[in-house]
C-alpha cells in the first residue's frame, strides 16, 4: 500500500503540485487522470523517486520514501518498475539485452534460466523469440511498448508505474497495452498505478480513478461514478483534452 500525504513541488516559484493526498492499495489498478501539464508525469517521477518533493510523505508499506537515502530505498526499490512514456528502452541494446539486463545484475541465475524468462516475458506481451536480436529503432512503437512492459514485469515487482501508455500508439496497439495491464493484475497480482488523459485506457483498465486537476486530486472513485460533466469540467483547461 501506498500513502501519499501533503504532496507539494513547484518548479521556480511555480507550483504544480499544490498538497496531493492518495492511497493506492495493494493489487488494483489506479488511474490518474489529468489534462496535459497538469503534473502528472511530475507526480509519478516523485512517487518512484526520480525527483524530490518539496514537501509531503509517501509511505511505501508504512515506510516514509522522501528523504531516504539511495541504499535505503533500494529495499523498496525493488518492488518497483516504471514504464516510462517514451518507452525508454536502451536504444544501443538488442531486445535481449534490454530484457535481460536487470536478470543480469540482480539475480544469480544461469544464461538459460535468463534465456527462458526471457522468453516467457516475452510470450507474455504476445512476442516471440524472433525479436530477441532485433535493436529497438527496427520495431514498431507498439511493439517497443509491449517490450518496455515485459521488461518492466521480469523482475516481478509489487509496483508497476505507467507514465501515459497509450500515448502514440494506434487503437490496437493501444488496446493490447490494456490487455496486458489488465492481465498483469491478474497473473502476478501487481499493483499497477498509471497516469494518463486517456479516458479510454481508463475506462478499461482502472478499478479506482483519481482526477488530477490544478495540482489536486479533485475525485477518487470507481470510474462508474465520473459522469460526462465531471470530465468536461477536468478537460475544460486542457489543451489536449484527449475527448
Ligand atoms: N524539471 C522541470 N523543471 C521545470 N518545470 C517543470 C519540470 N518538470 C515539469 N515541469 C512543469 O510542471 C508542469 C507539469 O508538467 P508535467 O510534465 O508533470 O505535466 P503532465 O500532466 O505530465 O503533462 P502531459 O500530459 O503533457 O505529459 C508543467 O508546467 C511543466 O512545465
Ligand atoms: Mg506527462
Redesign the pocket.
Known amino acids: 500500500m501506498i500513502t501519499i500525504r501533503g504532496l507539494y513541488?513547484s518548479?521556480?516559484g511555480?507550483p504544480?503540485l499544490k498538497g496531493i493526498d492518495l492511497d493506492i492499495r495493494d493489487n488494483e489498478t489506479i488511474v490518474i487522470l489529468?489534462?496535459?501539464?497538469?503534473?502528472?508525469?511530475?507526480?509519478?517521477?516523485a512517487l518512484v523517486r526520480l525527483?524530490e518533493p518539496d514537501a509531503g510523505t509517501i509511505e511505501y508499506d508504512g515506510v516514509n520514501v522522501v528523504g531516504l537515502t539511495k541504499k535505503a530505498f533500494r529495499d523498496v526499490q525493488k518492488d518497483i518498475a516504471f514504464v516510462f512514456?517514451n518507452s525508454a528502452l536502451f536504444d544501443f541494446l538488442t531486445v535481449n539485452d534490454n530484457l535481460s539486463l536487470f536478470l543480469q545484475m540482480h539475480e544469480k541465475i544461469t544464461p538459460a534460466e535468463i534465456a527462458e524468462k526471457v522468453s516467457q516475458a516475452l510470450a507474455f506481451v504476445g512476442m516471440d523469440n524472433s525479436v530477441l536480436d532485433k535493436f529497438p529503432e527496427e520495431l514498431s512503437g507498439g511493439m517497443k511498448k509491449r517490450v518496455a512492459i515485459a521488461r518492466a514485469m521480469i523482475k516481478r515487482p509489487k509496483y508497476m508505474f505507467y507514465?501515459?501508455p497509450t500515448?502514440g500508439l494506434d487503437r490496437g496497439s493501444a488496446e493490447k497495452v490494456s490487455e496486458l495491464i489488465r492481465m498483469l493484475r491478474g497473473e502476478i497480482a501487481v499493483t499497477s498505478i498509471i497516469?494518463?488523459?486517456d479516458i479510454k485506457l481508463m475506462q478499461d483498465v482502472s478499478d479506482r480513478v483519481a482526477l488530477?486537476k490544478d495540482g489536486r486530486i479533485v475525485f477518487v472513485g470507481g470510474k462508474d461514478e465520473i459522469s460526462a460533466e465531471m470530465l468536461e469540467f477536468l478537460y475544460e483547461t486542457g489543451e489536449?483534452n484527449g475527448l
Request: aromatic content about 8%.
Open positions: 513541488k518548479f521556480d511555480q504544480v489529468g489534462p496535459s501539464g497538469q503534473g502528472k508525469t511530475v507526480f509519478i517521477k525527483l512514456q507514465d501515459e500515448t497516469v494518463t488523459h488530477l489536449n
